[in-house]
């Protein structure tokens, strides 16, 4: 006789795939809720401790751990050995395994959970059963995703029996999805009392990750590449991952880089801003005593370049905002909330994005991830605390005058402004910028001197640049006296960079002989 095990937790067509096995002379064994419902159906169908003679226990922690199960599950059917053996103990064939696993995912998703609650709903049997059967797929069919029942119950009715290559097919979703399911769990655990660990904390020398959600993406980068987007369980509510989409057509793979960006750099200011960005890099930042005017500058900072751009506010939109953002051609707004008017007066634009992301929660310590060919980069995300949050009322304890001359407030103001903006440009970056608003940006160039004159021409095609308490930002040493140079030549009073150059008394040299202040603030921020 054949036997096939059904167990699962999502009971989707579960009646129609027993119903088709029965069909075929296939005997059923199950447990608790499948069995019942199995049973109500009138479909036949017997107890796994019924068939092995041992009752369940322990709560229901022990089952299906039991030889009658695992022996035929693994069990050679062209072993002579195997088959006296199974012959020898009662064992039969169990040919059929349909098995989906405990939500723990669900489980530790929930607000409230216990850690009691998310044990009790770590899987034993089912993956013991899956593996077992998938390591024998030879002759043992296992079916853990009910999107592929169909094809189970077509190759039935075809042939009688299931082909070798959607057998292997089925055990290669299996260790996929007891990798993902004990890889839920090690985060769970390793990050549950991180914090109390008083003890030698030993890594392994491999990583595994999981994620979930798969979102099919029209395209990638370009129209030829293929995209998807996943996401971590439970991400963080500050994150891309986390928002919610009120209007608007589905995000593109650019989209959500150029979002993720753009909600980094407003996430380093409490005070009202606006953020534009646009390939990955602002092209404008600004705060305000308001979030009306936050954007006002931001607008003013580069109204070419955010035309098709990103722009995130982290205070909600009013309806005078709205009326100043629908004036130009965007592909996203975040903010916190939308008033209702002035949702209803964005949604009138067809396919602008509009989302919700939540600012109330200061971002966490994480690791970032990049994919090279063959291998993977981590590292600490940048969150250096060496640039205060709130309002600057002297110098800060990491940062040090270089020069004779000392920053004014306004300076200081400006520059703590313009690190924590350039820590966020594409290196070798630039700025220029005052207290509240970014001015000029250079990005990306080879060498550290083009992005200042990049910078600095389009600092001076503005009426409000080289006015006031206007800076020029570094993420980065500057490596030469010529950065400062120029700085000098238009007109640059004030240069803040990290420092750590074996040629800083260079450029400190020049700052002191123009009469200029010059603050190393101690970390570097590339990003590349």
């Not at 599950?73 to 006296?84: I, K, M, T, V, W």
């Not at 079916?143 to 029942?149: C, E, G, I, R, S």
């Not at 400006?414 to 001015?439: D, P, R």
């Not at 992005?451 to 600092?459: E, G, M, P, T």
């Amino acid at each position: 006789m054949t036997y096939a095990l059904l167990s699962v937790s999502d009971k989707t067509n579960i009646l129609t795939v027993a119903s088709k096995l029965v069909e075929k002379g296939v005997q059923l064994l199950s447990t608790g809720g499948t069995y019942k419902a199995i049973q109500e159906a009138g479909i036949p169908v017997q107890t796994v401790d019924s068939y092995t003679g041992f009752p369940e226990m322990l709560d229901g922690r022990v089952k299906t751990l039991h030889p009658k199960i695992h022996g035929g599950l693994l069990g050679l059917r062209d072993s002579e050995e195997h088959q006296a053996t199974m012959k020898e103990h009662d064992i039969a064939a169990i040919d059929y395994v349909i098995v989906n696993l405990y939500p723990f995912k669900e489980t530790i998703s929930q607000n409230d959970v216990t850690l009691q609650d998310a044990i009790e709903n770590i899987d034993i049997g089912g993956p013991s059963m899956l593996r077992s059967a998938a390591k024998n797929y030879q002759s043992v069919t296992v079916v853990t995703d009910p999107a592929d029942y169909d094809t189970l119950i077509n190759q039935l009715d075809q042939d009688g029996q299931t082909t070798f290559a959607f057998r292997q097919y089925l055990a290669g979703k299996v260790f996929q999805l007891t990798s993902h399911y004990d890889t839920l769990i090690a985060d769970y655990l390793k990050n549950f009392n991180a914090g109390e660990q008083d003890f030698p904390v030993n890594e392994w020398d491999h990583k595994t990750m999981t994620f979930i959600d798969k979102e099919s993406l029209r395209y990638g980068e370009n129209g030829h590449q293929k995209a998807a987007f996943y996401k971590t369980l439970n991400p963080a509510a500050n994150s891309i991952a986390a928002a919610k989409q009120l209007h608007g057509k589905q995000l593109s793979y650019n989209n959500l880089k150029d979002a993720d960006a753009a909600l980094k750099i407003a996430q380093e200011f409490d005070e009202p801003v606006a953020v534009a960005v646009k390939h990955m890099n602002p092209c404008g930042v600004a705060v305000g005593s308001t979030i009306e005017e936050a954007f006002d500058r931001c607008f003013q900072a580069d109204n070419v370049s955010i035309y098709g751009g990103i722009v995130v506010v982290n205070r909600p939109v009013t309806l005078a905002l709205a009326n100043e953002l629908a004036k130009i051609f965007l592909e996203i707004i975040i903010a916190p909330a939308f008033e209702d008017d002035a949702l209803a007066r964005l949604e009138k634009k067809k396919n602008l994005r509009l989302l919700t992301v939540s600012f109330d929660e200061k971002v966490a310590p994480y690791q970032e991830f990049i994919s090279i060919t063959g291998g993977l980069l981590v590292q600490d995300a940048d969150l250096s605390d060496e640039l205060p949050r709130q309002e600057i009322t002297a110098l800060p304890e990491q940062w040090t005058v270089a020069t004779k001359r000392q920053p004014d407030q306004a300076q200081l103001d400006a520059m703590n402004f313009g690190m924590k903006v350039v820590k966020h440009v594409k290196s070798n970056a630039i700025i220029i910028n005052n207290e509240y608003m970014t001015l000029g940006i250079g990005a990306g160039q080879m060498n550290r001197v083009g992005s200042a004159r990049i910078a600095i021409k389009q600092a001076e095609e503005k009426d409000a640049a080289l006015k006031g308490a206007y800076v020029m930002s570094s993420d980065a040493f500057l490596p030469m006296d010529d950065t400062a140079t120029l700085a000098h030549e238009h007109g640059i009073q004030a240069i803040v960079q990290p420092g750590g150059s074996i040629h800083d008394e260079d450029s400190v040299v020049v700052c002191d002989a123009n009469d200029m202040t010059m603050v190393m603030t101690g970390n570097r921020h590339f990003r590349h």
